[in-house]
């Protein structure tokens, strides 16, 4: 459940970026393929630092935890946004 999170998320957060950095934009399908994978990785950052997965904090409640599902959309989010600007930036400068 939390890759999953973390995939939507990400591929939410590049094409957040792409939006509001005009000379980074790849396009839609280009901001969400490095979104996707900039949120997957985000997020497996987040659990290898040490944040509980979702199953753990929630106990009996199967991953409904409200604080652990913030933490993953905002890793995936962030870390699709930052592997869509990275591209962004390679793409620029290898184009010159």
């Keep these: ?16 970026v792409g939006g509001v950095v005009k ?10 393929l490095a979104g996707i994978v900039g949120g997957g990785v985000g997020g497996q ?6 944040a509980p997965d979702l199953a753990g904090v929630a106990g009996e409640a ?8 913030l933490g993953q959309v905002a ?3 962030v870390g699709g946004g930052a592997l869509m600007a990275l591209i962004g930036v390679v ?3 290898l184009g010159k």
């Design 1 to 16: 459940m939390e890759l999953l999170i973390s995939l939507i998320s990400g591929a939410v957060g590049g094409n957040a």
């Design 23 to 32: 000379n980074l934009n790849l396009g839609v399908l280009g901001n969400s």
């Design 45 to 50: 950052l987040l659990g290898m630092l040490g």
């Design 62 to 69: 199967a991953g409904l935890d409200i604080g652990a599902i």
């Design 75 to 77: 890793a995936g989010g």
């Design 91 to 93: 793409k620029n400068t």
